[in-house]
């Protein structure tokens, strides 16, 4: 069975219809892209699966479980870490106050504390900066911030949206090489993402979604190959 799966999700703000039953898997141990264009559902699918927003029709089953009515703090205790679009750490605390909270749901000090030291391991410069503000980090180590964040939860998927936004290319490479290390370590990701061509390129699978509905889906190389896509997403004609 797959690890989380999604049956004809139902998503309004109002009178507004933001997601219009769509449904789709993601395996265990893989990167799933979802991709499209500003305005398509793709953060309100992630705010959907983590519970901040409820579902008007459909369900999603996670490890086995149905989260239809499960609040947000118990996902992230049975193994799903979001995160957010623009990083949105908490900008007066410290680097390592930061990733503790990301630990709130766990009693287990020894592995707390051996956690942090990998999430340190895999973001050296987080080490270095682990009692200065967060607010005063780059854009891009308060990415690698809110990726340790999540990390901290020991998620089994980590949903990720928009990584790379307001990144420069070098970054956005950099941020890309860490979302392998931690999916080649164990970790399941579900990557939103607008640069599709970054994503599709670190992807085993991928859909597209517009206004709502998905209306492409495949292996991410054939989409990468696909000249619908070419076209629409990546900038190609």
Do not use: W
Not at 155 to 171: A, T, V
């Amino acid at each position: 069975m797959a690890l989380l799966e999604i049956k004809d999700m139902e998503v309004s703000y109002g009178f507004i219809r933001a997601i219009k039953g769509i449904s789709f898997k993601v395996e265990k141990g893989e990167i799933i892209a979802l991709i499209g264009a500003n305005g398509a559902g793709k953060t309100t699918t992630l705010h959907a699966l983590s519970g901040l927003i409820p579902l008007d029709a459909g369900s999603i089953t996670f490890n086995e479980q149905d989260l239809t009515k499960i609040p947000a703090h118990e996902r992230v205790a049975m193994g799903m870490a979001q995160v957010p679009e623009g990083r949105r750490v908490f900008q007066q605390l410290t680097v390592q106050k930061n990733l503790m909270l990301g630990a709130y749901s766990r009693k287990d000090q020894s592995g707390i504390a051996e956690n942090l030291d990998e999430v340190f391991t895999r973001f050296p410069r987080l080490k270095e900066r682990r009692n200065q503000i967060a607010g005063t980090l780059s854009g891009g180590e308060q990415q690698m911030l809110a990726m340790g964040r999540a990390l901290m939860s020991k998620p089994d998927i980590m949903l990720l949206d928009e990584p790379s936004m307001g990144l420069s290319p070098i970054l956005v490479s950099e941020i890309f090489d860490i979302i392998k290390h931690i999916n080649e370590s164990g970790t399941t990701v579900l990557l939103v993402e607008q640069n599709a061509k970054k994503a599709l390129s670190i992807a085993n699978r991928a859909y597209v979604l517009e206004t709502g509905n998905i209306i492409l889906s495949g292996k991410a190389e054939d989409l990468m190959n696909d000249d619908s896509v070419r076209k629409a997403y990546l900038g190609e004609s």
